[in-house]
């Protein structure tokens, strides 16, 4: 998925969360957003990928205030509420793969952009998929032999666990985590601070820092796993936009909430509609 016009303001929206999180030094915040701008200002253009900027803006951000994780806090908060919320939701969505991945989908409700007090009121929501491509997926997964589960925020993960649960029944799934940190997209140090590590298996990472997957940067190993996995279940709108740039070949699985427009549009679904669909 390509920039759009509403695509620019966000990432000036990026630039100045993240150096507000990441120091609270007002001379290094100032410069670091002033660099951050003029990378928007440079790079943005309409035949480009949003992740790509959004990475340039991260990377800068961290070396001018040399801060390796500006959204530590966040992060932190973020697996406190999700483990409160996916405990009164699991109660309602483990019985069978609708349940489980109505379970996932309501987990990406969890964005930094949004106030809590919005989260939480949209994750007692009835999750309802604009786009319900589900049973084709489900269809799909009783053939694989290999899944790869692309995880988005650090506090889903309490929301994912049951549905991969679930798909282990037909095959090994492996739950990708990013490298070092970017944003709010959860690493191997977020799960062991949910204390989940066990119970998630087998974990590997994309050799990245980036929201969603850039592939000309990507591992190795990480590539490799994408191309001989039967299915990819990619979550949230990070994996759209990245992934929606390759051709369909109805082995990928887009799970997320549109939270923006531009993604929403895109889809052709109404604003913070759920979707569920294989491409």
Request: aromatic share 8%; proline share 3%.
């Amino acid at each position: 998925m390509k920039l759009t016009k509403e695509c620019y303001g966000c990432l000036q929206r990026l630039a100045y969360q993240a150096a507000g999180l990441a120091t609270n030094d007002e001379h290094i915040k100032a410069r670091a957003i002033e660099e951050s701008l003029k990378v928007i200002n440079d790079n943005f253009s309409y035949d480009r990928v949003s992740i790509v900027i959004a990475t340039q803006i991260h990377d800068l951000v961290k070396d001018i205030t040399q801060n390796s994780d500006p959204y530590r806090e966040m992060k932190d908060k973020e697996i406190a509420v999700a483990r409160e919320l996916s405990g009164e939701a699991r109660l309602e969505h483990e019985s069978d793969f609708g349940d489980c991945l109505r379970l996932a989908a309501l987990g990406n409700t969890i964005d930094f952009f949004r106030p809590l007090d919005v989260i939480k009121r949209d994750m007692r929501r009835q999750v309802v998929f604009a786009i319900d491509d589900s049973k084709q997926f489900e269809a799909k997964l009783e053939d694989a032999s290999r899944v790869l589960y692309l995880a988005d925020n650090a506090g889903e993960v309490f929301f994912d666990l049951p549905l991969i649960r679930w798909m282990r029944r037909f095959a090994s799934v492996a739950y990708v985590v990013k490298d070092s940190p970017v944003q709010n997209d959860v690493t191997l140090e977020d799960v062991r601070r949910a204390g989940l590590e066990a119970d998630l298996g087998e974990i590997i990472d994309t050799g990245t820092a980036t929201p969603g997957i850039d592939f000309s940067v990507a591992s190795a190993q990480f590539k490799h796993e994408f191309a001989i996995s039967d299915l990819i279940f990619a979550k949230g709108m990070g994996y759209y936009e990245s992934l929606s740039e390759l051709p369909a070949e109805g082995r990928i699985f887009y799970c997320l909430m549109a939270k923006c427009q531009p993604v929403a549009d895109s889809l052709k679904v109404p604003l913070n509609s759920y979707v569920a669909m294989l491409r």
